[in-house]
């Protein structure tokens, strides 16, 4: 149950340490705040396996990506995991350049993640070896119509048996699968594409919902996914005249504020592929 | 007419590469979304080649500079000038300290700009080699009363055709310049001043701009200016009873979010001087 | 009176130099911007000096750590003390590193502070070399009943006089001494806690009275601490349905915009202890 799911961050208000980008940081933190966990940012290599020792769930996020964080990532991963921490990646931009797709391909090979959640451009490059997104959009191309939703939940499926990974590919319909089930979730809305930061914020989110839900980690990242895009419907629902983006934003992070188990349970629209 | 400056904003969506401050780079990301076009951030030296050779525009901010820095900007600025696109320099506090006049004079040495944004203390120092700025905001012995305009406007068209950039001076009044014309624009409200961030939105505004209007550098820095003045005016018009500079930092992104080319061309003020 | 702190901080329009982490930088400007000063933020070793001697207060902010920006604090620190200024320094997350209490111990040992203002459980594990953060904020158990005040009390202003510095522990009840005297102030909301940042944003609110009331240090820092709590109640009270946390950070802000020295005099809550 997607309820319990976010019951229980509300409950057991789990510390999260982000090494994550510039841009959207802020954004990051607030949305953790609001969901009822607890943030730590924190990227300098020196401090990082203690700063995550007291946490019980890591996110890493490659956007806007510096060299000098790579090792941080590193040490962090290798420590969380050790500890038997929820490790979440967000490959934001991956196909955007070497440096981005190597650094996610060395550190999938140095740490196994409990998910890695990215747009479908990204987790078709991590695929593939190679993607069509714009920057750090997803590829209008990549869009996924009716009939593609099955061949691609079955490529999912396989790609999170050979990485041992829930992988969690968001658009227009977002995937969320592990070797064997795949959640197709229909919430959101298209103008979240509009908001800088929605899919860096749900990776936190889902950093969150792993780390209070230690034993049930395919049905968390679920539930994160369909509490952000709830969040969307929620806070659009709430725009007033003027209002554009930056209010959206807003509404958006207010939404997951707002939100409960039940709020999710009863909002939350998906079927599963078995 | 800035109306096609915009609508070719929406409808090519360009692909903007930034190397900007982290005081603002969520607005300036979110302002480059809200206009239609797409955002990426990199700093990264071994990275930026490679983004903005998938980019059609660079928007360069020396705020809250760091050295290391410096090096992906040059990187990027060359990289961006051979493959033809739009790139823009913002230099914020520029009359701070050495290193920020520096840095500018070496960018502009081994980078051809587009343009050049900046408040009008910062653009008399580039031109004069000092300033009165106060730290990052304009100096108020800087503010251009009414017959100051037209002296200020024939000295600017001599620094661009110095520098064969065109130079937009922003304040009270805004003055955008190649070296044989001048729009001397009127939008804009002074609240804008105490919203950390509304110049280096702009300078992003108008890579895209410029990025949108290969052709046209000149009348696409101008709309790109108005558009901001007006988003100013458009956004203060929903100020609610305790909205504050938070509230309106969001309302001027949500105007341009709402903003198309038929409202900038009926809400721009300017005049040309020629 | 507070009234007057506040007042000259709109009067003077002081410049504030911040080094702070990058979490929280953009709220940092704008609180500024909207209590009437005027911020610059850097941290680059090679321009500290010269840009710290322009301004007349200096904030310097340990959270989300990186070694490079030590020398930069230290070179600062130094300059500003130097030249008589206003510096402030807030231990964000002291107790979840070894990194950051070396740090904090270090710039205490190099840097004469004018302040330290951190949450309760920051400023116990300064004082007791350990503490009980839960990350960056403040452990529950740390939490000051009615009876412990008085004895947290004796304890802070004993610390002062060690230091030599205006000790400012916030809280549910926050306490703001010197060596004789102690500030008991009971302003603000338990939901500021749901918005990140709302520490660092003080921390630069309080290095804005400081730096504009000089001879009054003791009285200054309270009357910050006393706006930042009512800009809490009054933003509180223009939350509509369905905003949240993300509305209620901007709401904060907007209630320092529309606050005046007559307010904040109005409206603060405290008592004195002798």
């Given at each position: 149950?997607?309820?319990?799911?976010?019951?229980?961050?509300?409950?057991?208000?789990?510390?999260?340490h982000?090494?994550?980008?510039?841009?959207t940081?802020?954004?990051?933190?607030?949305?953790?705040?609001?969901?009822?966990?607890?943030p730590?940012?924190?990227?300098?290599?020196?401090?990082?396996?203690?700063?995550?020792?007291?946490c019980?769930?890591?996110?890493?996020?490659?956007?806007?990506?510096?060299?000098?964080?790579?090792?941080?990532?590193?040490?962090?991963g290798?420590k969380?995991?050790e500890?038997?921490?929820?490790?979440v990646?967000?490959?934001?931009?991956?196909g955007?350049?070497?440096?981005?797709?190597e650094?996610?391909?060395f550190l999938?090979k140095?740490?196994?993640?409990?998910?890695?959640?990215?747009?479908?451009s990204?987790?078709?490059?991590?695929?593939y070896?190679?993607?069509?997104s714009?920057g750090?959009d997803?590829?209008a191309?990549?869009?996924?119509?009716g009939?593609?939703?099955e061949?691609?939940?079955?490529?999912?499926?396989?790609y999170?048996?050979e990485?041992?990974?829930?992988?969690?590919?968001?658009g227009?319909?977002?995937?969320?699968?592990d070797?064997?089930?795949?959640?197709v979730?229909?919430?959101?809305?298209?103008?979240?594409?509009?908001?800088?930061?929605?899919?860096?914020?749900?990776?936190?989110?889902m950093t969150?919902?792993?780390?209070?839900?230690?034993?049930n980690?395919l049905?968390?990242?679920?539930?994160?996914?369909?509490a952000?895009?709830?969040?969307?419907?929620n806070?659009?629902s709430?725009?007033?005249?003027?209002?554009?983006s930056?209010a959206?934003?807003?509404?958006?992070?207010?939404?997951?504020?707002?939100m409960d188990?039940?709020?999710?349970?009863?909002?939350?629209?998906?079927?599963?592929?078995?």
């Open positions: 149950m997607f309820k319990e799911c976010f019951d229980k961050v509300r409950n057991q208000s789990p510390l999260i982000n090494i994550t980008n510039y841009v940081i802020n954004d990051v933190a607030n949305i953790l705040l609001a969901c009822g966990a607890s730590i940012m924190a990227d300098e290599a020196v401090e990082v396996e203690e700063i995550t020792s007291i019980s769930g890591l996110n890493i996020n490659i956007g806007k990506l510096n060299r000098h964080m790579i090792p941080a990532m590193l040490l962090a290798k969380a995991c500890l038997g921490h929820a490790v990646l967000d490959p934001v931009g991956v955007a350049s070497r440096l981005r797709l650094t996610a391909d999938m140095e740490i196994r993640f409990s998910a890695i959640r990215g747009n479908i990204e987790i078709k490059t991590l695929m070896g190679s993607g069509r714009k750090v997803a590829a191309a990549d869009a996924l119509s009939e593609d939703v061949a691609m939940a079955a490529a999912l499926k396989e999170a048996r990485t041992g990974c829930i992988i969690a590919a968001t227009s319909v977002d995937l969320v699968c070797s064997r089930t795949c959640y979730i229909r919430n959101g809305r298209p103008e979240m594409e509009k908001v800088t930061g929605t899919g860096c914020q749900l990776s936190g989110l969150a919902f792993l780390a209070a839900n230690p034993g980690y049905e968390a990242a679920a539930a994160a996914v369909a952000m895009g709830l969040a969307g419907e806070g659009w709430y725009m007033q005249p003027g209002d554009g930056a959206y934003r807003n509404r958006i992070i207010d939404a997951i504020y707002n188990g039940t709020i999710l349970e009863q909002g939350a629209r998906f079927e599963i592929i078995c």
